[in-house]
């Protein structure tokens, strides 16, 4: 049967209805004379009038099978290029196919991205998904098909020459087998294969060319698919990216900001938007220049240094300020942002609020002038608590003699200037034996050795510090004229007292409290200027080191017993 030669089969069958019409004439006329021999001829043309029927009825029938197969081969393309589901198309597909052609079973392979074919979808003529135990077909008649890109029919594989050796068809048993290509754009994309394991004939050159054409189809209805299916895969990937970049970008604990070209802020984090106090709502759209105001102009000019040389700028530090916040100190990174052809079409800023470490660092330089570096460096802030622990200590305290009188003399601001060349020195000394003040009291100050960290002969440190501010203050005297030169009475005492963190959360001292640091006190307010006044206690720690006299015991304030001090001439030459 040839379905595809249209024109010629209705000539054919015009004729052959013309001549039946006349042959039924002529048999009519004949019954009409009911001659004997007329009616030997009439049964003669019924008989050919009945075999002319009969060809007729095939044609028509053939006709109609064609029709069928046109308007399902029409039929299935507008189906399967209604769905852009890959698995939906390919169970379209195969479907389609083994009800067309009446196979036993329909396998379409596609290639992979390695380019290896692979079975995609395997149905029967129930419509049902064959198992992976099923998977078993010709491999030798898809391999011909791949090789030459030409379809493959078989009647009969076990008696086709050109399989009947085969150990699969022979394994199989397989019958009849039809495999089609499928292309796009010439280019083999995969392969249709049927087969029947248990009729021979089933599929002709009809059903070959039925199958090629709707493989043509169908190839087109995949690779849509398939593109779809890339294309919505690609979508999501680049949504979950976003997603991902977005919440990088949110959690990035510095600023960042990207302007356009005219220097306004196309997007910002909300690490900006805390830095900066203000939404993003409020800062897109804005000029960069006008909401940090007064490093305006000099942003600007980085700014349009970077646009122009297309160069990062790292770690520029500029002090600004902000109605919402105040003063600030930022450190700023600026970075081109270009476009795929390397323009410049923008950029990023990235921003570092460097203000509270500023506090932060000037504070420690302040405390630092009060505790030695040294300690500070050792002290962990996590074990210093609110409260108090005991702890020996070596208690200093340093007065200023004859400063009340001496003010009388002078202005507010010469005495302050005075007292500090003063108080400079002692502080020198002390924090060069690594001793922490506590406080200044007026023209005096007060100091401890052995906490908040323990120290080593921590008794003859303080004992060294107060001879380190006599030499101070004598080296004073080379710079100062004679009527600005004071002296220190110093007054030291080793004993236990309470140290830690006095106050509230808000306010607090690391101070030191005790009958000790009283002592200290006490004896210091009896030390002349220059004198350097210790207490037995003291002495007894360190008088294998240090030249003392012992003086006449003071009657402390407070005291029931006089208290017994030795006054320190110097350290001990070592020999």
């Not at 196309?266 to 830095?275: D, F, G, M």
């Not at 007292?419 to 400079?424: A, D, P, S, T, V």
Request: charged share 25%; net charge negative; with cysteine.
């Amino acid at each position: 049967m040839n379905r595809d030669s249209g024109q010629p089969q209705s000539t054919s069958l015009d004729k052959q209805i013309q001549s039946i019409g006349e042959l039924a004439d002529q048999i009519r006329t004949k019954l009409i004379a009911l001659h004997p021999a007329n009616l030997h001829e009439a049964s003669e043309d019924l008989a050919r009038l009945a075999g002319s029927l009969r060809r007729i009825s095939r044609v028509v029938a053939k006709r109609e099978g064609e029709r069928e197969d046109l308007l399902a081969l029409a039929g299935i393309g507008q189906v399967i290029n209604s769905s852009l589901e890959l698995d939906d198309v390919l169970r379209i597909v195969m479907d389609t196919l083994v009800r067309l052609t009446g196979a036993e079973r329909g396998f379409l392979m596609l290639r992979d991205e390695q380019g290896e074919l692979s079975i995609r979808i395997a149905r029967n003529l129930e419509q049902e998904t064959l198992e992976d135990a099923e998977f078993a077909f010709s491999r030798t008649v898809v391999k011909r098909v791949i090789a030459e890109a030409e379809p493959v029919l078989t009647t009969n594989a076990q008696r086709d020459p050109r399989f009947d050796k085969e150990e699969s068809v022979i394994t199989l048993n397989l019958r009849s087998i039809l495999c089609v290509p499928l292309k796009v754009k010439d280019e083999l994309t995969g392969v249709i294969y049927a087969d029947n394991r248990i009729r021979t004939g089933l599929f002709t050159e009809t059903e070959l060319n039925l199958l090629t054409a709707f493989a043509n189809q169908a190839a087109v209805a995949i690779e849509n698919a398939r593109l779809f299916e890339s294309v919505w895969r690609t979508l999501g990937d680049v949504s979950d990216l976003k997603n991902f970049m977005d919440d990088i970008f949110a959690s990035i604990a510095s600023g960042v900001i990207t302007i356009d070209l005219e220097n306004r802020i196309t997007l910002c984090n909300q690490a900006a938007e805390t830095i900066l106090r203000r939404s993003e709502s409020q800062l897109v759209g804005e000029r960069i220049t006008e909401v940090l105001p007064v490093i305006g102009l000099d942003l600007n000019r980085y700014l349009s240094l970077v646009r122009q040389t297309g160069r990062q700028m790292i770690g520029l530090e500029l002090q600004s300020a902000l109605d919402q916040r105040g003063p600030l100190t930022l450190s700023l990174s600026l970075a081109p942002l270009k476009n795929a052809d390397e323009s410049t079409r923008g950029v990023a800023i990235v921003l570092e609020d460097l203000t509270e470490n500023k506090q932060l660092e000037a504070q420690r330089r302040l405390f630092a002038r009060m505790v030695s570096p040294a300690v500070i460096e050792q002290l962990n802030p996590d074990e210093l608590q609110l409260g108090g622990k005991r702890t020996e200590i070596t208690t200093l305290f340093a007065d200023i003699r004859g400063f009340t009188r001496f003010s009388e003399k002078y202005a507010p601001e010469q005495l302050v200037s005075i007292l500090n060349r003063y108080l400079g020195a002692a502080i020198e000394a002390i924090l060069a034996q690594e001793g922490t003040i506590d406080k200044f009291m007026g023209d005096a100050i007060m100091a401890f050795f052995n906490a908040p960290i323990p120290q080593a002969e921590h008794t003859l440190r303080a004992v060294q510090a107060a001879l380190g501010m006599r030499e101070a203050t004598l080296m004073l005297y080379q710079k100062l004229p004679p009527e600005l030169h004071l002296s220190f009475g110093i007054g030291i005492h080793s004993g236990e007292a309470v140290l830690g963190l006095v106050g509230a959360e808000r306010r607090l001292d690391y101070t030191a409290i005790g009958d000790g640091v009283n002592t200290a006190k006490r004896i210091q307010e009896h030390a002349a200027a220059g004198q350097i006044l210790i207490s037995a206690a003291t002495y007894q720690q360190v008088d294998c080191h240090i030249e003392a006299r012992q003086v006449q015991p003071i009657i402390a304030k407070g005291k029931t017993q006089p208290v017994p001090v030795y006054e320190v001439l110097g350290l001990k030459s070592e020999r």
